[in-house]
């Protein structure tokens, strides 16, 4: 999987999904398992407001495998 493709991918219309998704990608990355970092790319199809909500958690995702990522970056922004 290119990190430079998700790094791109990453880069949202705001500062602080960027902080929270690039964080993501530069701290946990590396140490994750190919089905998390699956689970991380195809996060990231996901639309903006509807992150936003998950990230702030006034809503939660119907996957559990993205909820793990949600719940880490959360827990890194202290969330």
Same mark, same amino acid.
Request: glycine share 6%; hydrophobic share 40%.
């Given at each position: 999987?290119?990190? #430079? ?5 990453? $880069? $949202?219309?705001?500062? !602080?999904? +960027?902080?929270?998704? #690039? #964080?993501? =990608? ?7 398992? !190919? ?5 991380? +790319?195809?996060? =990231?199809?996901?639309?903006?407001? !509807?992150?936003?909500?998950? *990230? *702030? #958690?006034h809503a939660r995702p119907d996957r559990a ?6 719940? +880490?970056?959360?827990? $890194?922004?202290?969330?």
């Amino acid at each position: 999987m290119d990190k #430079g493709r998700l790094r791109w991918r990453a $880069r $949202r219309g705001t500062r !602080e999904l +960027d902080a929270m998704l #690039g #964080g993501w =990608l530069d701290e946990r990355f590396e140490q994750a398992d !190919e089905a998390q970092r699956q689970a991380f +790319d195809e996060l =990231l199809d996901t639309q903006d407001p !509807e992150l936003w909500d998950w *990230m *702030m #958690g006034h809503a939660r995702p119907d996957r559990a495998d993205w909820q793990i990522i949600i719940d +880490d970056i959360r827990a $890194r922004h202290r969330l």
